[in-house]
């Protein structure tokens, strides 16, 4: 039987599906039988994108995020709940390696998914846990952290090494005894030539678990009514078929497939987003102009927001404090996201490996 690559994302928000295209299209360009798992919204998204590949249902982590601003409390709270789901898709693996014959794993952000006979790749950028500067948490969470990816053959952070990068010291330095590649910014996108069709000046990308998405599309919509600038509200529900007209000048739409949301984006004066570490990937693409509004109590897009900000490349404000009349002009003082153009060679150079591990 022919040996497969499993590829599976977690199931916080849309981000680590994302990332994980590239990696899927590079490892079907070099002819690497894949087989996904993923749960939720991004196995619809993934399925969407590769509706050909075999996909299995892969139950995520389950997690809650508050209403409040309490995010380190709620996942403590939850942390027991995390560990058990760890194991139990660890367990899980066993059957799945042997019945789909699996010749090597990468797994984003799923801890359990190592296997002591199987080839297997951790994917991250959150080597520097972040916890609202509380040092012995996060000393806690590290070392937590880099104990479970040792677990794994190798380590491969979606970013670049030098300066200048994206995730900043989040994704440095390399983690001890694993070997570990940096794969310079992924992106399921490519540059987009510019085009005479008429597009809106701003286009949102709502994004994130819930309830936080719901209740930052709720404002950003009502906020962007009462200006007079015409744009394109993506809800990041891609299990849904909804297109909305708000008013005359927005229009809200469910999902758009890769190569109609790039022409959007890339066409865009400005973008409202998280700033989640894919989506900073793939807005890199396009060098944009981008009014940041982190996940309220997610430390790491906190962390993000505020690197772009006192580095003059984009201007953030909190979800609480989020005015859109009066941030929209102050955008105009920011350079915009650096332009990374996304080149796989240290993917498919690590894809070829594994390839031969498979064999």
């Known amino acids: 039987m022919t040996k497969k690559l499993l590829i599976a994302p977690l199931d916080w928000g ?33 399925q969407n994108e590769f509706p050909d590949l075999e996909m299995i249902d892969f139950e995520g982590y389950d997690i809650h995020y508050p209403k409040n601003e309490h995010m380190n409390v709620s996942m403590a709270w939850q942390a027991p709940k995390i560990l058990a789901k760890i194991e139990k898709e660890h367990q899980r693996l066993e059957k799945i390696v042997a019945d789909h014959a699996i010749g090597a794993i990468i797994s984003d952000n799923r801890y359990g998914l190592y ?27 590290r070392k937590m952290n880099h104990r479970m990816i040792r677990r ?7 970013d670049f090494e030098g300066v200048p990068n994206l995730s900043g010291k989040l994704g440095h330095p390399p983690l001890n005894n694993v070997p570990t590649y940096y794969l310079g910014a992924l992106s399921r996108f490519t540059s987009v030539a510019k085009s005479a069709e008429t597009f809106p000046e701003i286009v949102v990308v709502i994004s994130g678990p819930e309830p936080q998405r719901t209740l930052f599309e709720e404002k950003v919509t009502t ?9 394109l509200i993506v809800c990041g529900t891609p299990e849904k078929q909804i297109q909305e007209q ?9 999902h758009l497939e890769t190569k109609k949301l790039a022409d959007y984006l890339a066409h865009a004066s400005l973008v409202i987003a998280r700033p989640g570490y894919s989506t900073l990937m793939d807005l890199s693409v396009f060098g944009k102009n981008v009014l940041l509004v982190p996940t309220p109590g997610q430390t790491e897009q906190e962390f993000l927001a505020r690197q772009l900000t ?4 984009c201007f953030s404000v909190s979800q609480q404090a989020m005015n ?4 929209l002009p102050k955008t105009k003082n920011f350079s915009g996201l650096p332009l990374f153009l996304s080149d796989q060679s240290m993917l498919k150079e690590r894809l070829m490996w594994i390839r031969e591990k498979m064999q």
Not at 223 to 231: D, K, N, R, V
Request: proline share 4%.
């Open 14 to 46: 849309l981000g680590h599906a994302t990332r994980c295209i590239p990696i899927i299209r590079s490892a079907l360009e070099l002819q690497i039988p894949v087989i996904l798992a993923a749960s939720g919204r991004s196995k619809t998204l993934l």
């Open 115 to 141: 296997h002591k006979n199987v080839y297997s790749v951790f994917m991250t950028h959150q080597l520097y846990i972040q916890a609202d500067g509380l040092t012995l948490i996060e000393t806690i969470l």
């Open 152 to 158: 794994f053959d190798e380590l491969w952070v979606p």
């Open 223 to 231: 906020q962007l009514s009462e200006t007079p600038h015409s744009a």
């Open 246 to 254: 708000i008013s005359d000048n927005i229009l809200k739409i469910s």
């Open 310 to 313: 006192n580095n003059g490349q």
């Open 324 to 327: 859109l009349s009066n941030d």
